[in-house]
Structures are given as structure tokens and as C-alpha cells.
């Protein structure tokens, strides 16, 4: 069991659009893909940054967990995601200590990876483990 980097944060936003301008049109960077993920009624969009990325999510459902986080906290900083070799393992590993999970199992997440997510009540921020498609 490895954690590899830092993959991406994920950034909560009412309009993907409108924040993608910030980061293109002023900061000069690039969206890599956008992408609608039904299983997190969302929709993303990737940004590079070096050897990360940021996520921005916007929420395609007003009860999507983007929508709700919005509602809470307002705009910002949603998670951070971990990339590991095997999310399974870590799940079961977390999951032996103790750590509180929102998926016991892993799923699919954007660009085809698979993603779990831990419950901020252990980790005190949204952590997303996850392994990019193989
Ligand atoms: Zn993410």
C-alpha cells in the first residue's frame, strides 16, 4: 500500500464556467477535459497545475453532494485526493483503524479512475483516495 502524490483538489463552484475563466483566461492555464460523473451528479473540470490538478465541481442536481456542500459551506475547497496503488487496500486499511468511510467500496470517478471517499469526521477534510484508470 503506496500514496503516490497529491492528484488533485477538488473545488466547489456554482458555475463551472464562470470559474473556469479565472483560471484560463486570467491564470493562464489549460482545462484538460470536462466531464459529466452521474454517479456524483456533477460535473467537472480538470486543470493541470504541474504535478497536480485542480477539480472544479459543479453540482447537476440540487441534492448532489456538491449541491449540499454549497448549501453548508458555500463555494471552495471541497477535497483533496490522494492517488494510491490500490484503493481497496487503503479502504481496508483505513477501515481496520478505525477511520470512518463514506464508500466502503470503491467507485468510478473522473477520466475513468476509481475513487473512495473518507469521511471528514476522522480525516477533518473530504479525502478522496484514488487510482487513475490502468
Ligand atoms: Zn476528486
Redesign the pocket.
Known amino acids: 500500500m503506496k500514496i503516490k502524490k497529491v492528484d488533485?483538489i477538488?473545488i466547489a463552484v456554482n458555475s463551472i464556467d464562470e470559474a473556469v475563466k479565472l483560471y484560463t483566461s486570467v491564470l493562464g492555464l489549460k482545462v484538460a477535459s470536462m466531464e459529466e460523473v452521474p454517479e456524483q451528479k456533477a460535473r467537472t473540470a480538470i486543470i493541470p497545475i504541474g504535478e497536480t490538478k485542480i477539480?472544479l465541481l459543479e453540482s447537476t442536481a440540487p441534492d448532489g453532494a456538491i449541491a449540499r456542500h454549497i448549501e453548508r459551506r458555500g463555494e471552495g475547497l471541497h477535497?483533496i485526493?490522494l492517488e494510491v496503488d490500490n484503493v481497496q487496500e487503503m479502504l481496508d486499511v483505513l477501515a481496520g483503524a478505525g477511520i470512518a468511510l463514506i464508500d466502503t467500496k470503491p467507485r468510478k470517478?473522473?477520466e475513468g479512475s476509481t475513487?473512495a471517499f473518507i469521511h471528514p469526521k476522522s480525516t477533518k477534510i473530504l479525502l478522496?483516495i484514488?487510482e487513475p484508470q490502468k
Open positions: 488533485h477538488g477539480e477535497h485526493a470517478g473522473v475513487i478522496e484514488m
